[in-house]
């Protein structure tokens, strides 16, 4: 399947839009902390998502290799063109919620393609708080593997105003990447698959109460 930001056309799209005014005040806060103390790229959110306007956050660990500036769009965004934006995308259409109702933020939203260690979870946590201030509509929050979970975990202890009880409704499932996927049984792969399908399917029931 091609995906949209393998169009020249679309990623001149969404690179024009990149200040769209419902994407502006999250870009600006990503121009902001681009390269703060030394952390590197960070990505934009695409104007093909929600923004502000998002009802659902979509949080996995890092940036992918194919949000990079230059060999990648520049840009958070299902339309990316790799494995791991096709599975989100898919997961998301079969559950009928559209590409405009989300935002897909990163546990640690600096580019470092692994794991992040303790001092960048915390980074990532008060990048996180502060995020959230900016999605008055924010009504579900999708966890998508063990990083997105744990940094969860660490907003509640260190941000408990923000993530207080019925704040939202949280959503936990594997990360979409083939690595969390993957076991040499058959049964497990299938398991696994289908709680990601089953937790798409409960975010789209979340929105439709």
Same mark, same amino acid.
């Given at each position: 399947?091609? &995906?949209?930001?393998?169009?020249e056309?679309?990623?001149?799209?969404?690179?024009?839009? &990149?200040? *769209?005014?419902?994407?502006?005040?999250?870009? =600006?806060?990503?121009?902001?902390?681009? @390269?703060? @103390?030394?952390?590197?790229?960070? /990505?934009?959110?695409?104007?093909?998502?929600?923004?502000?306007?998002?009802?659902?956050?979509?949080?996995? &660990?890092?940036?992918?290799? %194919?949000?990079?500036?230059?060999?990648?769009?520049?840009?958070?965004c299902?339309?990316?063109?790799?494995?791991t934006? =096709?599975?989100?995308?898919?997961?998301?259409?079969? *559950?009928?919620?559209?590409?405009r109702?989300?935002t897909?933020?990163?546990?640690?939203?600096?580019?470092?393609?692994r794991? /992040?260690?303790?001092?960048? &979870?915390? *980074?990532?946590?008060?990048?996180?708080?502060?995020?959230?201030?900016?999605?008055?509509?924010?009504?579900?929050?999708?966890?998508?593997?063990? @990083?997105?979970?744990?940094?969860?975990?660490?907003?509640? %202890?260190?941000?408990?105003?923000?993530?207080?009880?019925?704040?939202?409704?949280?959503?936990?499932?594997?990360?979409?990447?083939?690595?969390?996927?993957?076991?040499?049984? /058959?049964?497990?792969? *299938?398991?696994?698959?289908?709680?990601?399908?089953?937790?798409?399917?409960?975010?789209?029931?979340?929105?439709?109460?």
């Amino acid at each position: 399947m091609v &995906r949209r930001m393998a169009d020249e056309a679309f990623r001149d799209e969404q690179e024009s839009g &990149r200040y *769209a005014p419902h994407v502006r005040a999250i870009n =600006e806060m990503v121009d902001e902390l681009r @390269d703060q @103390d030394g952390r590197g790229w960070m /990505p934009y959110v695409a104007p093909w998502h929600g923004g502000v306007d998002a009802r659902v956050l979509s949080v996995l &660990r890092d940036p992918g290799p %194919k949000t990079q500036d230059g060999s990648g769009s520049g840009f958070l965004c299902m339309e990316n063109d790799d494995a791991t934006a =096709e599975r989100q995308c898919t997961g998301f259409t079969e *559950a009928g919620i559209d590409a405009r109702v989300t935002t897909p933020w990163n546990a640690y939203p600096w580019y470092i393609n692994r794991a /992040p260690n303790a001092e960048e &979870r915390r *980074a990532g946590v008060t990048v996180l708080a502060r995020l959230l201030g900016l999605l008055p509509r924010l009504e579900v929050v999708l966890l998508q593997g063990v @990083d997105a979970q744990d940094i969860w975990r660490r907003l509640e %202890k260190t941000h408990p105003q923000l993530v207080g009880e019925a704040q939202y409704e949280v959503v936990h499932t594997y990360h979409p990447g083939r690595q969390a996927l993957w076991s040499p049984d /058959p049964a497990i792969r *299938a398991a696994r698959e289908q709680q990601r399908h089953d937790s798409y399917q409960q975010v789209a029931q979340a929105l439709q109460r």
